[in-house]
């Protein structure tokens, strides 16, 4: 089957520029989170979907940051403007909610903030 | 709150030799315990879990961790590493009362030397 894909794969814009990253789940999982990842740390969650509804995004920095899931399916984070210490990796991931919190990953979105 | 500490920031092994990744969590309760692994450039990859049962979990690409109660420990282990072993490991938390939230650890950066 298909991984969860994320687009782009990498990315370069000047601060206080807009940029959204795309997010198609494993078919079939309904819940869909988004995660940050700092050089040299581990991912945080950003951001977590039950099919359409945001059901944790308590750490979402709601001022600059957004995100949407129509359908349930697809998903997009939007940062806007972007600082530099929006430089990171955006991680898309999703699960089964019965899956008891075994996260299938993509392989990221890199955001360079010049 | 939970929390996890890999206390090695950076490991180098010889090839064929074994090889240990220590993870120490903090949480109320028994927590979901993960182990990831990430190439560069890659997504992360679930190694292996642990819910309940038997503490010593088998994962796949011959790695096993111990669940130890007592220590609040979740080491991997791997007998005898290859070259393709060579990524960062990140060692996960889960909270039985808040799905899909993994606590990262900050990672450890496996290289591997002929």
């Known amino acids: 089957e298909a991984g969860v894909v994320q687009s782009p794969r990498y990315k370069i814009i000047e601060k206080k520029q807009p940029v959204a990253f795309w997010c198609n789940p494993i078919s079939g999982h309904n819940t869909l989170y988004w995660y940050r990842q700092n050089l040299g740390q581990g991912p945080e969650l950003l951001i977590r979907y039950e099919n359409e509804e945001a059901v944790d995004d308590s750490q979402l920095p709601k001022d600059r940051f957004s995100a949407e899931r129509l359908k349930g399916v697809d998903s997009t984070l939007k940062i806007q403007p972007a600082e530099l210490g929006d430089s990171a990796v955006y991680l898309c991931?999703?699960?089964?909610?019965?899956?008891?919190?075994?996260?299938?990953f993509g392989a990221g979105s890199r955001l360079t903030v010049l | 709150a939970q929390s996890v500490t890999q206390p090695d920031i950076h490991i180098t092994v010889s090839e064929g030799a074994s090889l240990e990744l220590r993870c120490n969590y903090s949480?109320?309760?028994?927590?979901?315990l993960f182990w990831y692994v990430q190439s560069p450039g890659q997504g992360l990859q679930l190694l292996l879990k642990y819910f309940s049962g038997d503490t010593l979990v088998q994962g796949i690409k011959g790695f096993e961790a111990e669940f130890k109660r007592s220590q609040s420990s979740f080491n991997l282990r791997k007998p005898s590493v290859h070259w393709s072993d060579a990524a960062e490991y990140f060692c996960?938390?889960?909270?039985?009362?808040?799905?899909?939230?993994?606590?990262f650890g900050a990672g450890t950066q496996v290289v591997v030397t002929p």
């Open positions: 991931a999703s699960s089964l909610i019965t899956g008891a919190n075994v996260l299938t």
């Open positions: 996960a938390v889960g909270a039985t009362d808040s799905w899909g939230k993994l606590q």
């Open positions: 949480y109320g309760a028994t927590p979901y």
